[in-house]
């Protein structure tokens, strides 16, 4: 059964840092590419980051680079992602995605973080 769990969501003030957690199971981790998505409310859901299947290429959203940073550990079949410096408009669901060649991908259940004082 393949399975992606996030966590570490939460609320924090703005500056503060947290770090997501995507725990993967059922399926070949090392095979897929990873990503972070978030969807704040009323608006669409847009990609954060992304780390290739062999972790050598990153990408980040404009709005997160210097910021955030997506790491992904293959021995334990996880991908995070360090958010730092946050900001109101960072809060959002944070979803974790798997995806490989050929149009096959999972989708987390998502994470709640919320920025404020």
């Known amino acids: 059964q393949v399975r992606l769990v996030e966590s570490g969501g939460g609320l924090v003030q703005p500056g503060g840092s947290l770090r997501l957690s995507c725990a993967a199971s059922?399926?070949?981790?090392?095979?897929?590419?990873m990503s972070w998505y978030r969807q704040a409310p009323g608006k669409e859901r847009e990609l954060v980051a992304s780390?290739?299947?062999?972790?050598?290429?990153?990408n980040y959203a404009d709005s997160v680079k210097g910021r955030f940073a997506i790491s992904g550990n293959n021995a334990e079949n996880t991908v995070y992602l360090q958010m730092n410096s946050l900001k109101p408009e960072d809060t959002a669901v944070y979803y974790c995605?798997?995806?490989?060649?050929?149009?096959?991908?999972?989708w987390g259940q998502g994470t709640r973080v919320t920025v404020s004082s």
């Open positions: 059922g399926f070949t981790f090392s095979n897929y590419a």
């Open positions: 995605k798997a995806a490989r060649v050929g149009g096959v991908e999972f």
């Open positions: 780390i290739s299947r062999a972790g050598v290429r990153t």
